[in-house]
């Protein structure tokens, strides 16, 4: 699958789970979703400059009646981690964290952010589910919203490059 | 010249009626809620996400004010929030700062601001057009006034001094502010926030 048509399949996923404002940094591999999120009329494309900024947009959108999800690096993950302890844990809000995978399995920069990603949202007692295939994108993310507002927690959906789809060939620089 | 962050503060609340109003971690959220006891006011507990919590609110509810009362330390721990600010541009956000040069939580050290760095000009520089210094309370008040008539982003920033006022302590937790304030969003907006689901059994 290419990752224009898997990008259509996660975005219409967070649609049918019922989300209407996304927080965005963007990273080669989410390129796809981050343009298709951002050409979709239904939903409010909130552009950063860093992650955590995005946990508080995402706070404030929620308190007024938005269903928000936060895409990004687990570098920029790791950025977030005041915010999402601060406020998203203290003050018990439900946040989709979609997360990209660097240094998963098979992948060959960043490995070492990879190795702590899970262990991180472990400690902090953020459940995380690994995304594989694209067709599952749909039926996994609405599981995890209804998670996520039951919680009242945040909960992580790692995004894999399986999961992303087949990008088109790099540009040389 | 300084000006005493109670006097301003008052002036937000007898112009700002039933704006949501965003307050920073430090003593500015105890001066305010003395001020202005309402549901509609959020404490932040993380230095810095003031700025960016308020613009979540703004977007979400674009007919309806939302007020930010930031300080110089949580601005600079978050100045990104400027850029982003000013890219998404909201109509209905003010930006209020309160400058006193010092972390006057955290034992009143220094602040970049308190050697130079201009926050107004950092705004500016970041893209928010309508973004000026208020150098007197007679200003600050004139200021407050057009933030609230007019339509379009504001960011005021305010030299301030770091006497304290003496106010009853914050009287809620921080989950309790969350329920209170999305209850009073939902009264006063008419529309369903939290919705409780009943379990697949029931239904």
Redesign the interface.
């Known amino acids: 699958m290419t990752s224009d048509e898997a990008a259509r399949l996660i975005v219409g996923g967070l649609k049918n789970a019922g989300i209407n404002l996304v927080a965005t940094l963007p990273d080669i591999n989410l390129a796809s979703l981050l343009r298709e999120v951002d050409e979709d009329p239904a939903i409010q494309h909130v552009p950063l400059c860093r992650e955590e900024e995005g946990i508080g947009i995402c706070t404030g959108a929620y308190l007024v009646g938005k269903k928000c999800a936060a895409i990004m690096q687990n570098g920029g993950f790791f950025n977030s981690n005041n915010a999402i302890v601060s406020t998203l844990l203290q003050y018990q809000i439900p946040l989709l964290l979609m997360i990209y995978y660097a240094g998963d399995v098979g992948d060959r920069t960043f490995s070492t952010t990879g190795a702590l990603t899970e262990p991180v949202l472990q400690a902090l007692g953020i459940r995380s589910y690994v995304m594989r295939d694209p067709e599952d994108a749909r039926e996994l993310i609405q599981r995890a919203q209804i998670l996520t507002e039951d919680s009242k927690r945040p909960v992580a959906l790692l995004l894999t490059k399986e999961v992303l789809g087949r990008r088109a060939p790099l540009k040389s620089l | 010249m300084a000006l005493k962050r109670f006097d301003c503060l008052k002036a937000v609340a007898a112009a700002c009626g039933d704006a949501?109003a965003?307050s920073s971690a430090g003593a500015v959220t105890l001066e305010w809620n003395a001020l202005r006891p309402s549901d509609g006011n959020?404490r932040?507990?993380?230095l810095?996400?003031?700025?960016?919590?308020?613009?979540?609110?703004?977007?979400?509810?674009p007919r309806?004010k939302v007020i930010a009362l930031d300080g110089d330390g949580s601005l600079l721990m978050?100045l990104?929030?400027l850029?982003?600010i000013a890219?998404?541009n909201p109509k209905n956000l003010i930006h209020l700062v309160f400058d006193n040069e010092v972390y006057e939580a955290s034992g009143s050290k220094k602040t970049a601001t308190g050697v130079g760095t201009d926050l107004v000009g950092l705004a500016r520089a970041a893209g928010v057009k309508n973004a000026q210094w208020a150098d007197s309370l007679e200003a600050f008040e004139r200021a407050i006034r057009a933030a609230i008539a007019g339509g379009e982003l504001c960011f005021i920033g305010v030299k301030t001094g770091t006497e304290r006022v003496e106010v009853p302590p914050y009287p809620i937790d921080?989950?309790e502010?969350?329920y209170r304030?999305?209850r009073y969003?939902?009264k006063t907006?008419g529309?369903?926030?939290l919705k409780v689901?009943l379990p697949a059994s029931y239904n």
């Open positions: 949501l965003v959020f932040v507990r993380t810095g996400l003031c700025s960016s919590i308020a613009l979540g609110m703004a977007l979400g509810l309806r978050n990104c929030s850029p982003t890219r998404m921080e989950v502010n969350k304030f999305l969003v939902e907006e529309i369903e926030i689901n």
